[in-house]
Each structure stands twice: as C-alpha cells, then as structure tokens.
C-alpha cells in the first residue's frame, strides 16, 4: 500500500481507478508533494484533524506527464465533524499585466493587452483575460512571465522588466494569490511591466492573431485603457492586478 505521511499519522493513498505504481507517481507531481509537506507542516503545528486518507479520483495526462489530479482529502475534525476535502490540483500560474505608455504621445492614456481566447469552462469562446500561463516544473516564476508574454502577445519582454506584485505584497508569507482556495490548490504570480512603444505600434496589436496554435491556442489579442480596463472583463487576474498596481504604485 502506498502511504504519505502528515503530521503524526501514516495515511493511505487509496483509488479506485489507479495502481499503486500510479500512486507513487502522484507522490511525485510537484503540487502534490508540496501540498503534501504544506499539509504536513500544518498538522504538526496544530494536530487539527483526524485524517483517513487521501482518494485519487482522476488523473490528467499531458505529454505522457501528470497534469491535473481530482482527490478527496478524508478528514475531520476531532470533534468527529467531517472538513471540505475535495481538490482539484494544477499547481500555480502566472498572469502580465502589460502597460503600454505611448512614447510619442505622453497625454495619451496607458493601455493593456488583453487576450480573447476559447475558455470552455465559463464557457465563452471569446474570454477577455490578462496574457497567463501555467508554470513548469522549474519554478521559474519571471522566466515563465516572459514566456508567455512572447507566447501569447508576440512582445519581447525580459524577466528583469517584470515586477512581481504578489511577492511586493505578500514576500514569501504565501505563494501568490488564490482565486479559488475552496476547491483548488492554483495560486497565481501577478506580475506587471511598463512598457514604452510608438503609438503606431501600440494600435497595431489591436485585433493580432497570436497564441500557439499548433497547441491549441486561438487568441486575438484586445488593447482598452487601462483607467477603464475592469469594465472590460470579469477575469479574476485582471481584477486582483489592476487592485495590487493601483495599490503598491498609487502614482503610476
């Protein structure tokens, strides 16, 4: 039987569906061992919870390598009253909030970079959000920054342009911010660059065609001005962006 360990109890990693070598490969997937030793530091400090065992319901594959794993967490409270435990774990992201300045315009309004795109999910086959990306294995939270940016908008920005404003706000006390702590494990580095371009140039990324399409990707890129840019989308990332900027930079 394959076990974990968290705080002072042995739990078994128990499914219905996958072998134990299959098992053992979850322990490995990066957000599962870190939820695991997050999990277990938590327990040690505070023993609050009886814990029966951890069910691998679903696994998602991308390039033969773990992507997206379902579980319930089995636990209760000492006083027998069962905790929320099901997640679904992706492991975290990052999003750009990319300022355009107009060089040759200084009085011109600030603009941003919006992606419209297929979100299934919502579903919307047009989704108006800031340029993200999942991060890899490296933990390279900047570099991943610059990646996508180059990925999704076809600008060239490097990571030491990027400012992190999850680690401005929050240093190392958390990962980055949750949109949804109730039921996923997903944290998302928000980062910002200032990034100065001829007006002409600026106009030309209206309505450009970007994205990785031989994987998928079907985005048409979005500029609003960045004064008014909340009333353009519902996307959580924008809106925690625009709320952290306008917070550490009030004068920008």
Known sequence: MTTV?????TVP???DHYDQATLQKVQQFGPFATWLHAFD???QASNEFNIEAVDIQSIDYFAGNIGFIKFKAKVAFHNGKPAPGIVFMRGGAVSMLIVLVNKDDPADDDKIILTLQPRLAVPSFNFPELPAGMLDASGDFAGAASREIQEETGLTVQASELIDLTAKAYGDQWRGAYPSAGGSDEFLRLFVCRKEMAGTE???LQGKLTGLRDEGEQ???KIVPLKDAWQHSPDMKLLSSL???N???PKQ
């Open 243 to 245: 709320f952290l900027y």
């Open 41 to 43: 530091k938590e327990q």
């Open 5 to 9: 360990r968290i705080g002072q109890q």
């Open 202 to 204: 600026i106009a030309s």
């Open 247 to 249: 917070a550490l930079y």
């Open 219 to 221: 985005i048409t890129l």
């Open 13 to 15: 990693l128990v499914s």
